[in-house]
């Protein structure tokens, strides 16, 4: 929407551009149209980049966000959109429908890139997702304040007492019907691109809130940035199963995370068989 919006503008300015020059009464309008159309895109993207430098720069991250800021998650949604137009990636996607409509849930995906936050919120718009992320998320320029605004919780992977706190503020959040809590139970970013062991810890989250689990893979985000500015990638992310919360009554956090664990390598490997990925 963004950058359709700021090519729609460069090309009808560029248009008055020409005619107030009189361009198109020679050929001169050959050169002064795509050098205005060009000149204003630029121009226009690099305003748009300032706009969002501005409103993040006015946010205060010693300040707690107790409630989910809807201007800044349509600002953050309009940037994301923006951002797979310049990478270049088409999402190809399943599942979607089973979504819960109504209610909370926790979303838990494999983790390939550092765009893959980036990937979900687009998809889970109307889900309002905030991510657990490491606390040196908090950091990142820009980033670190869209997510504090869209009440994303930093988690200490090293500290098991603060992450319990991260825990149960994240079951406030739900119980309180704020937001629905995406995690990436790996704990990490795969480097190898294969599923790894998962910390069950962040199951106690649905069970303690009584929430279902939407269960996601991602395949081949690995490839976005590899790709970006050469060639379009090809993104697939799957929907591969919705736990309800009575499933889970009665069950330990490892039991979860096994059962989960085991449908997302089911569904990765059979989506890479799929698409000739699968080395």
Request: aromatic share 10%; with cysteine.
């Amino acid at each position: 929407m963004l950058m359709g919006t700021i090519a729609v503008l460069s090309a009808i300015f560029s248009v008055l551009i020409c005619f107030g020059a009189n361009g198109f009464g020679t050929l001169a309008w050959l050169w002064i149209l795509p050098v205005s159309f060009v000149g204003l895109f630029l121009g226009l993207a690099i305003l748009a980049f300032l706009a969002l430098w501005g409103l993040t720069a006015i946010v205060d991250m010693n300040k707690p966000q107790d409630t989910d800021s809807k201007f800044y998650r349509w600002l953050t949604y309009l940037y994301i959109d923006a951002v797979f137009v310049i990478l270049q990636t088409r999402f190809h996607t399943t599942g979607l429908e089973n979504v819960p409509k109504d209610g909370r849930f926790l979303l838990v995906c494999n983790h390939l890139n550092d765009l893959d936050p980036l990937s979900l919120l687009k998809h889970f718009k109307k889900s309002q997702l905030a991510f657990i992320s490491k606390r040196e998320n908090d950091e990142k320029f820009i980033v670190g304040k869209l997510m504090h605004k869209i009440l994303c919780q930093p988690i200490n992977r090293e500290n098991d007492r603060e992450a319990l706190k991260t825990i149960v503020k994240c079951i406030q959040i739900l119980k309180e019907d704020k937001a629905s809590i995406a995690v990436f139970p790996e704990g990490y970013t795969s480097r190898d691109g294969k599923l790894h062991t998962f910390r069950s810890g962040v199951f106690k989250i649905a069970q303690k809130a009584n929430v279902p689990i939407v269960v996601c893979s991602l395949v081949n985000s690995r490839a976005i940035l590899h790709n970006m500015f050469r060639k379009h990638t090809e993104v697939w992310l799957d929907v591969l199963d919705v736990v309800p919360a009575e499933e889970l009554a009665g069950k330990t956090a490892i039991e979860v995370g096994e059962r989960v664990h085991a449908v997302m390598e089911a569904g990765i490997v059979a989506r890479e068989t799929e698409q000739g990925l699968r080395a």
